[in-house]
């Protein structure tokens, strides 16, 4: 009787230990997607966001205590609006340059965080983000 148990829980044990990395494995595929396959599509089929610096490229080397630029691009198609739209950057190591941001579908920005007004179908806003990048003493490893 005890042989079966054993055997039964070294199974269960090999079958948990199995789907624990069959699912390991979707998540590291998904964080490694590459930023340069990154398209404009959201969960709504009438809302177009992207994100990308200058020249299209969503990966780029900035020199401390330069200004950078990060482009934003909205578009509502079709039918409906975007209504107190939200762009925020998380464990970033850069700030927005809230005072030099200016477009009229913005509402407001701060460092890390900027509203929009109501953007309606047809319409198409690219928004130019003016970054300043940080220098601190640590660096977190997840922004290498």
Same mark, same amino acid.
């Given at each position: 009787?005890?042989?079966?148990?054993?055997l039964?829980?070294?199974i269960?044990?090999?079958?948990?230990?199995?789907?624990?990395i069959?699912?390991?494995?979707?998540?590291v595929?998904?964080?490694?997607?590459?930023?340069? %396959?990154q398209?404009?599509?959201? !969960?709504?089929?009438?809302?177009? *966001? +992207? /994100?990308? #610096? &200058?020249?299209?490229?969503? $990966?780029?080397?900035?020199d401390i205590?330069?200004?950078?630029?990060?482009?934003?691009?909205l578009?509502?198609? %079709?039918?409906g609006?975007?209504? !107190?739209g939200?762009v925020?950057? *998380? +464990? /970033?190591? #850069? &700030?927005?340059?809230?005072? $030099?941001l200016?477009?009229?579908?913005?509402?407001?920005?701060s460092?890390?965080k900027?509203?929009?007004?109501?953007?309606?179908?047809?319409?198409?806003?690219?928004?130019?983000?003016?970054?300043?990048m940080?220098? &601190?003493?640590?660096?977190?490893?997840?922004?290498?």
């Open positions: 009787m005890k042989l079966k148990q054993k039964m829980a070294a269960l044990t090999v079958m948990m230990l199995a789907s624990y069959a699912t390991l494995t979707d998540a595929i998904a964080v490694g997607v590459s930023l340069a %396959n398209n404009g599509q959201t !969960n709504h089929a009438n809302v177009e *966001f +992207n /994100s990308y #610096f &200058e020249g299209e490229e969503h $990966s780029k080397t900035f205590g330069k200004e950078a630029k990060l482009y934003l691009k578009k509502v198609s %079709n039918t609006y975007l209504k !107190n939200v925020q950057f *998380f +464990n /970033s190591n #850069f &700030e927005v340059n809230s005072n $030099s200016k477009h009229d579908k913005v509402q407001s920005g460092n890390n900027i509203n929009f007004k109501q953007i309606n179908n047809g319409e198409d806003i690219i928004v130019e983000v003016p970054l300043t940080l220098t &601190e003493e640590k660096v977190d490893r997840d922004l290498l």
